[in-house]
C-alpha cells in the first residue's frame, strides 16, 4: 500500500517559475526521500531529509519536512523544461529495520513548458 | 562506473507463464531491493536482498520470489503469471548502511 498522498497529482509551469510539491505519510520515520522518474523508466535519486531535520538546499532543489503534520514539501526554482519529469516523496520507516523498504507516494507530474 | 542494469528491457508473456528478470547492482553494493511500479503508481516494495539473504518482503503473493547471487547480482522470478502482473519491475542498489537506493532503468513486463 501507499504511504501517503502527493499533492497536486499533476502541475504545469512555465519555465522560469517555481514548483512546488507536497507530500504526506501515515507513519514515523526514519528519513523521507525525493526521486525523479522520467518518462516511466529508472528512479533518479534527488535529496534525502532527515527526520530531525527541517529543510535541507540542494542546488535548486529546497525540501522541508515537518514531522508533527507528517508532511514534505519540495520546491523546484527557476525551472527548466529538463525538470519535466514525475517526483516521487519515498519514507523510509522508522523500526523497519534496515530492510530496504522505501514506501513512495503516489507521485507528482510535473510539465514544464518552455 | 557502470550504474545498476536490469534485463530484459521489455518482456511480453502470457497468463499462466513464469518470468525470470535479473538486476546487476553497482560495484560494491551488496544490497539489492525490487520494487512493481504499475501504470500511474509509484513503486510498491516486493522484496530485500543483503549479503545473500531475504531481509525484507512487501505484500505480494508467494508466486513472487526472488534470490540474490554471490556476486550480489539478483533475479526476481513470479510464476503463474496474471494480467495485474503487468508493470514495470524496478530492482535498487544500495551500499552498506547507505539510505539511498540507486535506481535501474527497469524492466516493462506485459502479461497478456
Known amino acids: 500500500s501507499q504511504q501517503g498522498e502527493e499533492d497536486p497529482q499533476a502541475l504545469s509551469i512555465q519555465e522560469g517559475e517555481n514548483a512546488t510539491m507536497n507530500c504526506s505519510y501515515k507513519?514515523?520515520?526514519?528519513?523521507l526521500q525525493w526521486y525523479r522518474q522520467n518518462s516511466g523508466r529508472g528512479l533518479v535519486h534527488l535529496i534525502l531529509?532527515?527526520?530531525?531535520?527541517r529543510e535541507k538546499h540542494s542546488g535548486r532543489l529546497r525540501v522541508t519536512l515537518d514531522t508533527s503534520k507528517k508532511s514534505s514539501s519540495l520546491l523546484i526554482t527557476a525551472s527548466r523544461a529538463a525538470d519535466t519529469a514525475s517526483y516521487f516523496c519515498a519514507t523510509d520507516a522508522r523500526g523497519s529495520g534496515n530492510t530496504g523498504k522505501l514506501i513512495f507516494g503516489q507521485g507528482t507530474t510535473l510539465q514544464v513548458k518552455p | 562506473d557502470a550504474g545498476v542494469t536490469q534485463s530484459p528491457t521489455h518482456l511480453i508473456k502470457t497468463r499462466g507463464q513464469h518470468v525470470t528478470l535479473r538486476c546487476s547492482p553497482i560495484s560494491g553494493h551488496k544490497s539489492v531491493s525490487w520494487y512493481q511500479q504499475v501504470l500511474g503508481q509509484g513503486p510498491q516494495f516486493i522484496f530485500q536482498?543483503?549479503?545473500?539473504?531475504?531481509?525484507g518482503r512487501g505484500n505480494f503473493p508467494d508466486r513472487f520470489s526472488a534470490r540474490q547471487f554471490p556476486n550480489y547480482s539478483s533475479e526476481l522470478n513470479v510464476n503463474a503469471l496474471l494480467l495485474g502482473d503487468s508493470a514495470l519491475y524496478l530492482c535498487?542498489?544500495?551500499?552498506?548502511?547507505?539510505?539511498?537506493?540507486?535506481f535501474g532503468p527497469g524492466t516493462r513486463l506485459t502479461v497478456l
Open positions: 535498487a542498489s544500495s551500499p552498506l548502511g547507505g539510505n539511498e537506493q540507486f
Open positions: 531529509i532527515r527526520s530531525n531535520e
Open positions: 536482498y543483503y549479503e545473500k539473504e531475504e531481509r
Open positions: 507513519t514515523s520515520i526514519n528519513n
